[in-house]
């Protein structure tokens, strides 16, 4: 036996820190068969070990020598059987097992090694689940004796036992009382069980039932022969459960979308395999050596069952390119960092003229001489901008200055132009010529059927010529171009490659007074829907005339009947492509002169779903949306792609102005929900917003309301290899709830039943606040849930006050705010105020800052929130200023009290804001310098 005292050292005098050694030296003597590891402290460095640790210099120690896989492996309830195959190891493969091994190094001779195991916290703390096989014991560890020549020890046949919810309690505290009596003689008092107790509820609150460690310690013989000498132990990388979503690899199955703009914000659909909405992220990066990268941007509401995520593409960090970019990204877990294989993404360079109205109108317009060389399709607009005359406005019928109609123009006198039909042979007393031989040879009647066709079409020639040619003595008398156009109004429908008309042109290069002349021509063509011709992009005169806004011309061609219904190539009517521009006046004109049409486009969607309200609320104007709400628009009506309203696409903007106006002025519905269940106050606190939150509940939001999804997958859902076990499912419904302090709630909804029958389990749904990653907003829901619709709902703020601020307080306040031309401190405020939207919008307004104000105020915001922004910012100036205005309205609302009691009550509402100026515990929580999570 080696000299084991000079080459040994006790766990204890390690420089991880621990016990004294006379401490541990007294609890090495008793056998170590039932020994509990967790009476000994070990430090940070054991948790993520990547090299071997020394316990001394030349010193035995353990090494793991394979690690055990971490995913892919399924911890099993005890109702279950033994599971199908031990733990394998980090490299196992089909055909090749490996398994968990450690081996000492520095020593032979017998030795013992046991494994237990471990949370996957820091520092590791005793778990509830169980190691079971051949080699483990009734308490959940497992040991093997290893030498004297082979000192490594392989773990064939681990298995994880799952214990259940209803047991924990039970089993937790009886580890505990194990590892308490390990190396005392005497019984447990009351005040030791009490702790005992609380620590277990402890352990049950933080443990993660998902992930495991194995704690592998080795014992060495002692000079009587025991295993009492511990060498350090070694933590394993952590074993995830494969029925938890973080226990799967991550893998991209499909996405509907690989390349988008380099300005970003395009909607990608990305199917993959089971993830965590609150520990799942996608990246975006260039692998080179500038080490760009971005993240897509979603909220918990757009994961979807954790196995789809739809988020919106971050821009790339280059916002001019002239030519596709390629980049890749990934998949990536926030808590561990594991990553997808990457996939490739294309950035392309911004489509200023997706229309292609700008590349019409650089195109090359012929000159006058060039015209008689007969090139360009784009010449020949003779005439100067003649007036209509008697013709003018939407009179179509105004006669010639010979006295003839429109219609008569085609047959002027004798000519037979009226009955020229392409090729066809003319029946006529000239088409036979006197003397002619009908016996001649087959050649000869050739010939002459030859000649009555040229007889025939310089026929024709003549009689296009004389037309044209008084039309022109026409033109010259009154100066009327549609003296001109009335006799080519049968070219009226020639299209160039382009697929575009003469009015399509007109229309494309802004020339009025042609657009009116072309109507009036092209609509006294009988039987003919030149108007509504469209070109290669599905837009027709209309679609132009919108695009190109140009409000007159759009009259003109309604008035001219211009079928309004017809889409572009995208589903786009003239209602979206307004919206899309954001343009009012535009707006105006089309539901003035829509007349019938204007129910049947305001219901309808393009083709990505969206209704003229969505595309209001994404433009940004609140006028624009004012007019389709009056003309009898659904301020709730919900887009084809999720089922969300204008509130919910205001609320994921995050934009505060518009969703007050919409709640406040239009009185949208607050607990609408999408297709998936999710009202806007689930949007809002995913998003992370407090002043959104507050704006909702102060509308009446309802804070318990719960989406579709269930806050546990359903075992069916999580495993697919066993059938699902009551325990398993009992679990599943009660890990990972964070709204803990809401179970309780007596006025909760019922939970949605799954499969919907009475005789399964009942399962909770997502809240609000499950999905919240903001403490300020946790803090929000959870006092909204403890308190009555009265105390939920503030009291209105007082008619033409900001903040209950008097006009002087205020004036100075503004002076403050915008003293500095740049804007930097209303925009810093806006920013500490949490309402970054707002700065675009009130930038160009007389007092951005007053603005700013009432909208803070508007969403719920309160003084004491205000407060806590200016002195973070450092203007003690606006803070005194502000605290004297707050005195006063303590003042008066002492007196107001006394004088009245009917009174005490509302004035007392009031002064909730103020109160508010230094938050306690349990007051309301300020605005100010909270991030927002995206």
Same mark, same amino acid.
């Given at each position: 036996?080696?000299?084991?005292?000079?080459?040994?050292?006790?766990?204890?005098?390690?420089?991880?820190?621990?016990?004294?050694?006379?401490?541990?030296?007294?609890?090495?003597?008793?056998?170590?068969?039932?020994?509990?590891?967790?009476?000994?402290?070990?430090?940070?460095?054991?948790?993520?070990?990547?090299?071997?640790?020394?316990?001394?210099?030349?010193?035995?120690?353990?090494?793991?020598?394979?690690?055990?896989?971490?995913?892919?492996?399924?911890?099993?309830?005890?109702?279950?059987?033994?599971?199908?195959?031990?733990?394998?190891?980090?490299?196992?493969?089909?055909?090749?097992?490996?398994?968990?091994?450690?081996?000492?190094?520095?020593?032979?001779?017998?030795?013992?090694?046991?494994?237990?195991?471990?949370?996957?916290?820091?520092?590791?703390?005793?778990?509830?689940?169980?190691?079971?096989?051949?080699?483990?014991?009734?308490?959940?560890?497992?040991?093997?004796?290893?030498?004297?020549?082979?000192?490594?020890?392989?773990?064939?046949?681990?298995?994880?036992?799952?214990?259940?919810?209803?047991?924990?309690?039970?089993?937790?505290?009886?580890?505990?009382?194990?590892?308490?009596?390990?190396?005392?003689?005497?019984?447990?008092?009351?005040?030791?069980?009490?702790?005992?107790?609380?620590?277990?509820?402890?352990?049950?609150?933080?443990?993660?039932?998902?992930?495991?460690?194995?704690?592998?310690?080795?014992?060495?013989?002692?000079?009587?022969?025991?295993?009492?000498?511990?060498?350090?132990?070694?933590?394993?990388?952590?074993?995830?459960?494969?029925?938890?979503?973080?226990?799967?690899?991550?893998?991209?199955?499909?996405?509907?979308?690989?390349?988008?703009?380099?300005?970003?914000?395009?909607?990608?659909?990305?199917?993959?395999?089971?993830?965590?909405?609150?520990?799942?992220?996608?990246?975006?990066?260039?692998?080179?050596?500038?080490?760009?990268?971005?993240?897509?941007?979603?909220?918990?509401?757009?994961?979807?069952?954790?196995?789809?995520?739809?988020?919106?593409?971050?821009?790339?960090?280059?916002?001019?390119?002239?030519?596709?970019?390629?980049?890749?990204?990934?998949?990536?877990?926030?808590?561990?960092?594991?990553?997808?294989?990457?996939?490739?993404?294309?950035?392309?360079?911004?489509?200023?003229?997706?229309?292609?109205?700008?590349?019409?109108?650089?195109?090359?317009?012929?000159?006058?001489?060039?015209?008689?060389?007969?090139?360009?399709?784009?010449?020949?607009?003779?005439?100067?901008?003649?007036?209509?005359?008697?013709?003018?406005?939407?009179?179509?019928?105004?006669?010639?200055?010979?006295?003839?109609?429109?219609?008569?123009?085609?047959?002027?006198?004798?000519?037979?132009?009226?009955?020229?039909?392409?090729?066809?042979?003319?029946?006529?007393?000239?088409?036979?010529?006197?003397?002619?031989?009908?016996?001649?040879?087959?050649?000869?009647?050739?010939?002459?059927?030859?000649?009555?066709?040229?007889?025939?079409?310089?026929?024709?020639?003549?009689?296009?010529?004389?037309?044209?040619?008084?039309?022109?003595?026409?033109?010259?008398?009154?100066?009327?171009?549609?003296?001109?156009?009335?006799?080519?109004?049968?070219?009226?429908?020639?299209?160039?490659?382009?697929?575009?008309?003469?009015?399509?042109?007109?229309?494309?290069?802004?020339?009025?007074?042609?657009?009116?002349?072309?109507?009036?021509?092209?609509?006294?063509?009988?039987?003919?829907?030149?108007?509504?011709?469209?070109?290669?992009?599905?837009?027709? @005169? !209309? %679609?132009? /005339?919108?695009?190109?806004?140009? &409000?007159?011309?759009?009259? *003109? =061609?309604?008035? +001219?009947? #211009? $079928?309004?219904?017809?889409?572009?190539?995208?589903?786009?009517?003239?209602?979206?492509?307004?919206?899309?521009?954001?343009?009012?006046?535009?707006?105006?004109?089309?539901?003035?002169?829509?007349?019938?049409?204007?129910?049947?486009?305001?219901?309808?969607?393009?083709?990505?779903?969206?209704?003229?309200?969505?595309?209001?609320?994404?433009?940004?104007?609140?006028?624009?949306?004012?007019?389709?709400?009056?003309?009898?628009?659904?301020?709730?009506?919900?887009?084809?792609?999720?089922?969300?309203?204008?509130?919910?696409?205001?609320?994921?903007?995050?934009?505060?102005?518009?969703?007050?106006?919409?709640?406040?002025?239009?009185?949208?519905?607050?607990?609408?929900?999408?297709?998936?269940?999710?009202? @806007? !106050? %689930?949007? /809002?606190?995913?998003?992370?917003? &407090?002043?959104?939150?507050? *704006? =909702?509940?102060? +509308?009446? #939001? $309802?804070?318990?309301?719960?989406?579709?999804?269930?806050?546990?997958?359903?075992?069916?859902?999580?495993?697919?290899?066993?059938?699902?076990?009551?325990?398993?499912?009992?679990?599943?419904?009660?890990?990972?709830?964070?709204?803990?302090?809401?179970?309780?709630?007596?006025?909760?909804?019922?939970?949605?039943?799954?499969?919907?029958?009475?005789?399964?389990?009942?399962?909770?749904?997502?809240?609000?606040?499950?999905?919240?990653?903001?403490?300020?907003?946790?803090?929000?829901?959870?006092?909204?849930?403890?308190?009555?619709?009265?105390?939920?709902?503030?009291?209105?703020?007082?008619?033409?006050?900001?903040?209950?601020?008097?006009?002087?307080?205020?004036?100075?306040?503004?002076?403050?705010?915008?003293?500095?031309?740049?804007?930097?401190?209303?925009?810093?405020?806006?920013?500490?105020?949490? =309402?970054?939207?707002?700065?675009?919008?009130?930038?160009?307004?007389?007092?951005?800052?007053?603005?700013?104000?009432?909208?803070?105020?508007?969403?719920?915001?309160?003084?004491?929130?205000?407060?806590?922004?200016?002195?973070?910012?450092?203007?003690?100036?606006?803070?005194?200023?502000?605290?004297?205005?707050?005195?006063?309205?303590?003042?008066?609302?002492?007196?107001?009290?006394?004088?009245?009691?009917?009174?005490?009550?509302?004035?007392?509402?009031?002064?909730?804001?103020?109160?508010?100026?230094?938050?306690?515990?349990?007051?309301?929580?300020?605005?100010?310098?909270?991030?927002?999570?995206?």
């Amino acid at each position: 036996m080696l000299g084991l005292d000079g080459l040994l050292r006790p766990a204890s005098s390690s420089p991880a820190g621990g016990r004294p050694r006379a401490d541990m030296d007294e609890q090495f003597q008793p056998c170590l068969d039932g020994i509990d590891y967790d009476d000994f402290n070990f430090g940070s460095h054991m948790m993520e070990q990547k090299e071997p640790l020394m316990e001394t210099v030349e010193g035995p120690y353990l090494l793991i020598i394979e690690q055990p896989k971490q995913r892919g492996f399924r911890f099993r309830y005890g109702c279950e059987g033994p599971s199908h195959g031990g733990l394998p190891g980090a490299s196992s493969e089909k055909g090749r097992k490996t398994y968990p091994t450690v081996k000492i190094c520095n020593y032979t001779g017998m030795a013992r090694i046991e494994v237990d195991l471990v949370t996957h916290s820091d520092p590791p703390r005793v778990h509830a689940h169980s190691l079971v096989g051949k080699q483990c014991n009734e308490a959940g560890n497992c040991v093997a004796i290893v030498g004297p020549k082979d000192m490594t020890a392989q773990f064939s046949n681990l298995g994880v036992l799952h214990v259940t919810k209803k047991n924990m309690m039970e089993i937790m505290k009886e580890k505990l009382k194990q590892q308490k009596m390990r190396n005392r003689s005497h019984l447990l008092t009351e005040a030791e069980l009490r702790e005992i107790e609380l620590e277990a509820k402890e352990l049950k609150k933080v443990m993660d039932l998902s992930i495991v460690r194995l704690r592998f310690t080795a014992y060495l013989r002692d000079s009587s022969g025991n295993f009492t000498l511990a060498l350090q132990p070694v933590i394993s990388d952590p074993i995830h459960d494969s029925k938890s979503p973080g226990a799967s690899n991550l893998k991209i199955s499909r996405m509907d979308k690989t390349a988008g703009s380099v300005r970003g914000g395009d909607e990608v659909y990305l199917l993959c395999d089971k993830v965590q909405k609150d520990d799942i992220e996608v990246r975006f990066y260039e692998d080179d050596e500038n080490g760009w990268q971005a993240f897509g941007d979603f909220s918990p509401t757009d994961v979807h069952k954790q196995y789809a995520i739809v988020f919106r593409t971050p821009p790339y960090h280059k916002p001019k390119i002239d030519r596709p970019v390629t980049v890749f990204l990934q998949l990536k877990r926030k808590r561990g960092g594991d990553v997808s294989d990457s996939k490739q993404f294309t950035y392309y360079p911004v489509v200023e003229d997706k229309e292609e109205v700008e590349r019409k109108r650089k195109k090359v317009l012929p000159q006058f001489p060039q015209h008689f060389g007969g090139g360009s399709h784009m010449g020949g607009a003779g005439g100067g901008a003649g007036g209509f005359g008697s013709g003018g406005g939407g009179n179509l019928s105004f006669p010639y200055s010979t006295g003839l109609a429109y219609n008569s123009i085609y047959s002027p006198g004798p000519h037979p132009v009226g009955g020229y039909q392409g090729g066809v042979q003319m029946k006529g007393p000239e088409a036979e010529a006197p003397g002619s031989d009908r016996q001649a040879p087959a050649e000869s009647t050739y010939c002459k059927e030859l000649q009555k066709h040229a007889q025939l079409c310089q026929l024709w020639m003549l009689a296009l010529a004389r037309r044209n040619a008084h039309a022109l003595l026409d033109y010259s008398v009154t100066a009327d171009p549609r003296m001109l156009l009335a006799v080519q109004r049968h070219l009226a429908a020639s299209q160039d490659e382009n697929g575009d008309t003469p009015l399509h042109l007109a229309i494309i290069h802004e020339q009025t007074a042609v657009i009116k002349q072309l109507i009036e021509v092209i609509v006294s063509i009988p039987s003919q829907q030149i108007i509504n011709i469209s070109n290669n992009l599905q837009q027709t @005169p !209309l %679609h132009l /005339a919108v695009i190109t806004k140009q &409000p007159q011309v759009v009259q *003109l =061609l309604l008035q +001219a009947r #211009a $079928d309004p219904t017809l889409l572009d190539r995208y589903g786009n009517s003239l209602l979206h492509l307004a919206l899309q521009a954001g343009d009012e006046e535009m707006l105006r004109t089309l539901l003035a002169h829509l007349g019938s049409a204007a129910p049947y486009l305001l219901r309808l969607p393009n083709f990505h779903g969206l209704l003229p309200v969505h595309l209001a609320v994404k433009a940004k104007s609140l006028a624009c949306l004012d007019l389709l709400v009056r003309k009898g628009a659904d301020v709730n009506a919900v887009e084809r792609q999720g089922g969300r309203t204008p509130l919910h696409l205001a609320v994921e903007m995050e934009n505060l102005n518009m969703a007050t106006h919409l709640v406040k002025k239009l009185g949208a519905d607050v607990n609408s929900r999408t297709f998936a269940g999710n009202s @806007p !106050l %689930h949007l /809002a606190a995913g998003l992370g917003s &407090p002043t959104l939150t507050k *704006l =909702l509940l102060k +509308a009446g #939001a $309802d804070v318990l309301c719960e989406n579709d999804e269930p806050v546990s997958p359903s075992s069916s859902e999580a495993s697919s290899d066993t059938d699902a076990d009551p325990e398993e499912q009992e679990l599943a419904m009660e890990l990972g709830e964070p709204a803990l302090a809401m179970e309780h709630s007596t006025n909760r909804e019922p939970p949605v039943q799954e499969h919907g029958q009475a005789g399964h389990r009942q399962r909770r749904c997502h809240t609000p606040l499950d999905l919240t990653r903001s403490q300020k907003v946790r803090e929000i829901l959870l006092q909204a849930s403890q308190q009555g619709p009265e105390a939920e709902l503030p009291a209105a703020p007082r008619p033409g006050k900001v903040l209950s601020l008097d006009s002087e307080a205020l004036q100075g306040l503004e002076q403050l705010l915008n003293q500095d031309c740049s804007g930097s401190d209303w925009i810093e405020l806006a920013k500490r105020l949490g =309402l970054c939207s707002l700065v675009e919008t009130y930038k160009d307004t007389p007092s951005p800052s007053i603005s700013l104000l009432r909208s803070y105020e508007l969403a719920g915001g309160s003084l004491g929130g205000l407060l806590e922004a200016l002195d973070s910012m450092g203007l003690r100036k606006a803070v005194r200023m502000l605290h004297k205005t707050e005195a006063l309205e303590k003042l008066q609302s002492t007196e107001l009290k006394e004088d009245s009691a009917y009174g005490s009550e509302s004035v007392e509402e009031e002064q909730a804001p103020a109160l508010a100026l230094k938050p306690g515990p349990g007051g309301e929580l300020p605005h100010s310098q909270q991030p927002q999570v995206h």
